[in-house]
């Protein structure tokens, strides 16, 4: 006999195969094939171990990372909400803490109240871990429009104010990253792969 | 002025994109897509992140999860190499390790050299960390392959006891994880979703 608490978790592991096939706006750099959660979460966790060092304030990298790998689980109830799509953002808040619950009542309690603590701690980015998480989780489909061509910015005409204000998490997390970003944009716009109005 | 190190480290996570195009021999649950090397990361760091409670030994979740993201890096030169092909297993170490070098001079050399390190631990397998993520990175594909109907199992024709050597890492990190796979690789065998030779 296999226990029941670790058959629920592995039920939890095999729906977790169901973040491949989500679908984000971002395209992989230099291919049409657009990114999927999974990946999108892998590649931000990298991210985190090899930027940390730029953060303005210690954080503790470890919480980051577990994190980044489940700050998008809730999305495989929710679905991927486009960050610049103001009217399915309106109820995307709503939609996702019904989905936050569902996987928590997935898994063993201990292991869900983690998952839920981590996700509410990220939403709410008032931690130094929750922005530099946040600023993760920006800043990669940002280097991907860039590489891009201009990826979703010029695709779905994406306001330059929106763009700043989406990742305007950088410039709280880290000034040297943020010095980055700032030439990105401004290369960005000077190559017009964000439309300038 | 971005200062070079943080340049080359951009570098280095745009080339990590690329992790998203290397595919694997598994297909996702109930699909003929296959996986891809970012994908399989992410969902094995996640399944760390669950499982670790049953380790028989103390572990450093951390240090698990930072092997996990990054332990399949060396594919990104090396390319996939399916576990149960013997003869393109045989030159794998060798491709393997001029990658990892390759890797490790593209950042700078505190964070290549982690990497490497990472990497190292994970290949010898001897550490209760490298053992652990070793069954984190074996289980995953296998539970893919039973909810697949017998997935690459079938597809390739594999010996009952290449599978089981492949799982072995399982049966030294933890009793409970073990008594699981027993009991699905035994549902596998009997429903004829493993060879029977």
New interface residues.
């Given amino acids: 006999m ?2 029941e608490k ?2 629920k ?2 039920e ?3 729906e ?6 989500i679908l984000r706006q971002t395209s ?2 230099g ?1 049409e ?1 657009r ?2 959660d ?2 999108h ?3 931000i ?3 985190a ?3 940390a ?2 953060s303005n304030e210690e954080i503790d ?2 919480k980051v ?2 994190m980044l ?2 700050h998008d689980l809730v999305e495989l109830y929710a679905g991927d909400t486009f960050c610049y799509d103001k009217s399915a953002n309106e109820d995307k808040r709503e939609r996702e803490v019904a989905a936050a619950e569902k996987i928590c009542n997935m ?1 063993s309690d201990d ?1 869900g109240r ?1 998952i839920r603590e981590l996700w509410d701690e990220f939403e709410e980015m008032k931690t130094p871990e929750a922005i530099f998480a946040a600023s993760m989780d920006r800043l ?1 489909p940002m ?2 429009n860039y ?1 891009n061509n201009g990826g979703t910015w010029r695709k779905y005409n994406v306001a330059q104010s929106d763009i700043y204000k989406r990742i305007s998490p950088v410039k709280k997390s880290s000034d ?2 943020w ?2 970003v700032e ?1 990105m944009l401004d290369d960005a716009l000077q190559k017009g792969l964000i439309p300038k109005k």
């Fill in positions: 296999v226990n670790l058959l978790d592995i939890f592991i095999v977790l195969d169901k973040m491949k096939s992989l750099i291919k094939q990114e999927d999974a990946q979460s892998w590649h966790s990298v991210m171990m090899i930027l060092e730029y990298l470890c990372i577990k790998l489940t898994i292991k983690e990669q280097l991907n590489y040297e990253l010095n980055f030439n």
